[in-house]
């Protein structure tokens, strides 16, 4: 199997505003290998989120193309393969933390003990063992987001993405974040691409990509 997991050629995005042609992205091309720790950076509105959502197959490119080497085609491609976290409160208020992490594995057809054994293992690797049984509105925002992030862990994906995932957390809590992720993905060949502003945690990836206005430049 090929280490190159995600491959975008002059990948572009243009939305429609009613006549209006809104160009999110244009000329991408870049590709994401096994373990590597990519930052995307760059002020709102310059193509983070968007860029995010085409590598995870949650999108289409109108410009360009993209493909999955090393994961597959792009229908099977979440959760096993590619892990997202989302920016804002994503967890599902009725279910427990243990709930909510076991369900992308249940949605897949895994059964529900196993489910529930690989939930318990991974928030025990994230040091949340001690939430599994609480409801989303008994965390914090910051154990809501490590929760999320065992949730992208859960099918033990090649790739996490995470768009913005410490943007409404305070600087400790969104050091604290990272570090816990960090140390989850020691010894890992998974690769990991966040999208963020904060460049005291992009400064924490070898690889920065910034994004303005659409366009990438990698440094």
Not at 84 to 95: C, E, G, K, N, W
Not at 143 to 163: E, M, S, Y
Request: net charge negative; hydrophobic share 45%.
């Amino acid at each position: 199997m090929t280490d190159t997991f995600i491959d975008c050629r002059s990948l572009g995005r243009t939305y429609q505003h009613g006549a209006t042609p809104i160009v999110a992205l244009t000329g991408v091309t870049v590709t994401v290998q096994a373990g590597d720790r990519i930052a995307v950076v760059g002020p709102s509105g310059g193509g983070k989120s968007t860029l995010l959502q085409l590598m995870a197959g949650l999108d289409l490119p109108t410009d360009g193309t993209i493909t999955w080497p090393g994961l597959g085609p792009r229908e099977t491609l979440r959760p096993r393969h590619i892990g997202y976290v989302f920016q804002t409160q994503s967890l599902l208020d009725p279910l427990t933390v243990v709930e909510n992490v076991a369900l992308p594995l249940v949605l897949v057809g895994e059964s529900a003990e196993v489910a529930h054994a690989r939930a318990l293992d991974v928030l025990g690797a994230l040091a949340l063992a001690g939430i599994a049984e609480k409801l989303p509105e008994e965390l914090s925002g910051g154990q809501a987001q490590r929760v999320a992030v065992a949730r992208a862990f859960v099918g033990r994906p090649q790739v996490i993405l995470a768009d913005e995932p410490t943007g409404q957390l305070d600087h400790p809590t969104a050091q604290h974040l990272f570090d816990v992720l960090f140390t989850a993905l020691t010894g890992m060949d998974t690769a990991l691409v966040v999208a963020t502003h904060d460049l005291k945690i992009a400064e924490r990836l070898p690889v920065q990509w910034q994004l303005i206005h659409g366009h990438l430049e990698v440094g």
